[in-house]
Structure formats: structure tokens, C-alpha cells
């Protein structure tokens, strides 16, 4: 969502104090989550995001602040509201920020612009760009302090990206007595929360409850200096992680109360984005509990806060959710194509590695037929290639099983009579079969609607009613409940 922000005041001439503190500001409201007042307090400097800042005037090393605040907001914003070509932005302003610092020498400045640099390209998927970058500025960066650990912070999202959560781990337990020594509450808090996410991944993965344990010890620090920095966003995130190590602890019970509290906060600060992230870990709670309708509806929930909100890749996992619930609760087609949806929803980002996990779902909630499990697990270990967690790898091994074993599968005797002979033809079964598979097919994707369902077919829906109750009785249960109109008295 685009803030409409006032026309700029060029009445007189900003002066480097303002601006300055218009920079500190606006970065400050970033680590709040507050893009809103961010591009607010910036208004008079900058109109929004695909916008120059106005330097001219400015010292250079005011220049060099204005565009740096400026390009790291646009990457943020860019990235929270999915803004084409917004990374791309946010990289030339911070290049021409670090042309700045370089006229003026300040190395420890073009060290933390680099920083920022490499998070825009950690934004677009190119990790191995943005791994290089961090080391070379880490390197200048020798001394203990705010602009070091949010550095290390951006390094450790990079190596999760990659799954490389040992490596990730190393990098806080070495840098431990630095973060801990730190007044920065959002800095402080964001330590021991990357460490928590980072225990319960390893948690899922070498199946380590004592990890989970740690995690939720370190989930309580987090809480704390956040509380401390009166930042509701992060706090209301880190409600929805401890909710699902509660959840991989199965404590169920536990696990949402502290999911509702998540949702509650988001509520608060009316963000539907965050409200689909928490609606979509209850969904995976629910599925434990073996409660599949409210795991479907909950999930499907997300799906349209993903979807209005335009975060494809998040769509894409709650998908994948919404398909396990429905799958579980035998509304099979319906599951086999909210799957397809998940994969194709992914793709459409090039988030591969999500399409990847969506493919191994189906195969694992669907019985396919041999040619589309074998299409399924192929395009599953391609787009999965990368992926060191140990979990998928053993999962990506059963679905091979899986494979080999439907391609050594013998068919029954009517099934190969039927292909070896040849039987006449039943032209009108054979029709009335196919017209049956199409209908079905299309009130799958219509989750029920005739109506929907009858646009897809391009049949009237008088039409369609009449085939469904006329010729395929059957179908009855996929349609929605039929609603009489009551006629009127007079």
C-alpha cells in the first residue's frame, strides 16, 4: 500500500541538523515496523519510494545519510508491499551514498552502506552476492558496536536463507559477549531471537526437544528487550514463534493461546500480513490436533490476507497448508488443486524452494497416478536442489520410494483386458464419463460453486444444475448447498 505523502516544502532551505535528525528518526521507526511514519518524517526530503531525495545544498556527508536512510526505506518498503524494481532502486541509492563516503573517507560509513547493499541483493535471492559482501564489511567493521551487530544480524539471515543454520549459530554463540554488552534494545532482542529461530529449525531437523527448550528460554529474552523498545511488531512475531516451538513440543493447548496473542497484536497495529503469518501457524496446529475443518478454514483465511496483501511466497506456504487440511479431511481433488495453485503461486516469485516443499506435499497428502507422481517428484528434487535441512532430504527420499514403488505396481486383470483388447466402443457412457470428470473438475477449482463452476465450463447455470441432478447424482456433495428461495406473501 502506497502512502500519499504531502508535496515537499521548499519554502526555505533545509539545513544538515534537520535532516540529519529526520534520518535517525525515520530508521528508528523502521526497527518499529512504522513505514507509514517513516515515509512521513522523510516527506520533505523524499516523495516515496521510486523517488531521488533531495541532496543539493546538503554536506557531503548529509548527502551521504539522506541517500543511504533513503535507499535502505525503499528496499524495506520494496520488499514489504512486493514494489517492482524497488531492490534495484535501493541499490543505486546506497551505491551513490557510498560515493559520498568515499569523498570524505569515512570507512567505517562505506562498511555499514555495504551492509545495507547486501541486504538488497539478499532480497532479490542472490545469497552468495550478499554472503561476500557482509565478510568484506565485517572485516572493516573490527569494533564491537550497533552498526557490527546489525551487520552479523543481516549475516545470520542470509546463512538461514540457505539453511545453513550451524553456520548461522556459530556466528551469535561467537559474537555472544558483543550482543550481550549492547544498550540496543531492537538490536539485543533481535540476537537472542535469531538464535531461538535458529535452535528450533535444528530442533525440527536432528529432532532435538532440548533444542526447542533453549529456543523458548531465548524467545523470553527476546520478549523482554522488545518490551523494552515498546516495539509491538516484533513482539507480536515473536509470540507466533514461541507459539510454534510450543507446537513442535506438542503443547498444544500453550501453543494457542500464544498464537491468539500474536494475532491480537497484529490486530493492533492493523497488519493483515502479519495476521495471515500467525492464521497460517494455527492452521499447522489444528492439523496436529487432527481438527482439519478449522486447520482449512484458518489457513484459507491466510491465504486471502496473502493474497490482498500481495505476499506471493507467504500465499504459496499457506497454500500448501490449506491442501494438507483438505487432503487430510478426504476433499482430495480439491486438495490436488490447491497444491497446483500453491506450486504455480511460488513460481510466480521464483521462490523455487517453496514451490519445491508444495510438490513434495502433494505428493506425500495425494495418490497420484504413476505419470504425475514421477512429474511431481522430478520437478520437487530440481527445485529442492539446494536444500541442506535434513528433514526435506529425508522426506524428498521417501516420496523416491514412493515412486519406485508405483512404477513396480502391477495393474488389475479388467484394466489390462481393457487395454489389450479390443472392446466396442460405448460412445454415450463414454461422454457422459467425461462430461462427469469436467464437471467435477471444475467445482473442485470452484470449491463448490455452481455458479463459479458453470463460468469456468462456459454453460449457463440452469444448465449445469440440470446436468448435476439430471445426469450425475453424484456430484451432488461437491456442489454447495442448494438455497430455495422462499416465495413472498401477500
Not at 137 to 150: D, W
Request: a positive charge.
Amino acid at each position: 500500500m502506497k502512502i500519499p505523502l504531502r508535496k515537499l516544502h521548499t519554502s526555505r532551505q533545509i539545513t544538515s541538523e534537520e535532516a540529519v535528525r529526520w534520518c535517525q528518526t525515520a530508521l528508528e521507526q523502521k526497527d518499529r515496523e512504522d513505514y507509514a511514519g517513516a515515509q512521513e518524517t522523510m516527506r520533505r526530503l523524499w516523495r516515496g519510494v521510486g523517488k531521488r531525495p533531495k541532496t543539493k545544498g546538503l554536506h557531503p556527508a548529509v548527502a551521504a545519510e539522506v541517500l543511504l536512510c533513503v535507499g535502505i526505506l525503499t528496499g524495506w518498503i520494496g520488499s514489504k508491499n512486493q514494489i517492482k524494481d524497488a531492490q534495484e532502486t535501493a541499490k543505486n541509492l546506497i551505491t551513490e551514498s557510498i560515493t559520498y563516503y568515499e569523498s570524505i573517507t569515512d570507512l567505517i560509513m562505506i562498511a555499514a552502506a555495504r551492509t545495507e547493499l547486501a541486504f538488497c541483493y539478499w532480497r532479490q535471492g542472490e545469497l552468495n552476492e550478499a554472503r561476500t559482501m557482509l565478510h568484506e564489511s565485517l572485516e572493516k567493521l573490527t569494533t564491537g558496536g550497533n552498526t557490527r551487530a546489525r551487520a552479523l544480524l543481516k549475516l545470520v539471515a542470509v546463512e538461514c536463507s540457505a539453511a545453513r543454520f550451524h553456520e548461522a549459530l556459530e556466528i551469535l554463540t561467537d559474537n555472544a559477549s558483543m550482543f550481550l554488552k549492547l544498550q540496543h534494545h531492537t538490536i539485543k532482542g533481535g540476537y537472542h531471537n535469531e538464535k531461538a529461530i535458529i535452535l528450533r529449525h535444528l530442533a525440527k531437523s536432528e529432532k532435538r526437544d532440548d533444542y526447542l527448550t533453549q529456543a523458548i528460554s531465548e524467545f523470553e529474552k527476546a520478549d523482554q528487550e522488545f518490551k523494552r523498545a515498546r516495539n509491538h511488531v516484533y513482539r507480536a512475531d515473536l509470540k507466533n514463534n514461541v507459539g510454534l516451538s510450543l507446537f513442535n513440543l506438542g503443547r498444544y493447548r500453550e501453543a494457542h493461546l500464544f498464537l491468539d496473542e500474536a494475532r491480537r497484536l497484529a490486530s493492533r497495529i492493523r497488519d493483515k500480513a502479519r495476521s495471515g503469518i500467525y492464521d497460517e501457524s494455527t492452521a499447522q496446529v489444528f492439523i496436529a490436533e487432527g481438527k482439519f475443518t478449522e486447520a482449512e478454514s484458518t489457513a484459507r483465511r491466510a491465504v486471502l490476507a496473502f493474497e490482498k496483501s500481495g505476499h506471493r511466497c507467504e500465499m504459496a506456504e499457506a497454500l500448501i497448508t490449506q491442501g494438507v487440511a483438505l487432503a487430510r479431511s478426504g476433499k482430495i481433488e480439491r486438495a490436488h488443486f490447491i497444491f497446483q495453485q500453491a506450486i504455480q503461486t511460488a513460481l510466480e516469485v521464483n521462490a523455487l524452494s517453496m514451490a519445491g516443499l508444495a510438490a513434495l506435499a502433494l505428493i506425500e497428502e495425494v495418490e497420484l497416478d504413476p505419470l504425475t507422481l514421477q512429474a511431481a517428484y522430478q520437478q520437487a528434487r530440481e527445485w529442492l536442489a539446494g536444500c541442506e535441512r535434513k528433514d526435506v532430504i529425508l522426506r524428498l527420499g521417501d516420496a523416491a520410494e514412493k515412486l519406485v514403488e508405483s512404477l513396480r505396481g502391477g495393474i488389475s486383470t479388467d484394466k489390462a483386458s481393457e487395454i489389450i483388447f479390443n472392446r466396442p466402443f460405448d460412445l454415450q457412457n463414454m461422454m457422459l464419463k467425461h462430461e462427469g470428470t469436467l464437471i467435477k473438475r471444475a467445482l473442485v477449482q470452484a470449491n463448490g460453486s455452481v455458479t463459479h463452476a458453470a463460468s469456468l465450463l462456459g454453460v449457463s447455470y440452469q444448465a449445469l444444475c440440470y446436468m448435476i441432478e439430471g445426469r450425475h447424482k453424484d456430484l451432488l456433495e461437491d456442489r454447495s448447498p442448494i438455497r430455495r428461495r422462499t416465495k413472498k406473501t401477500h
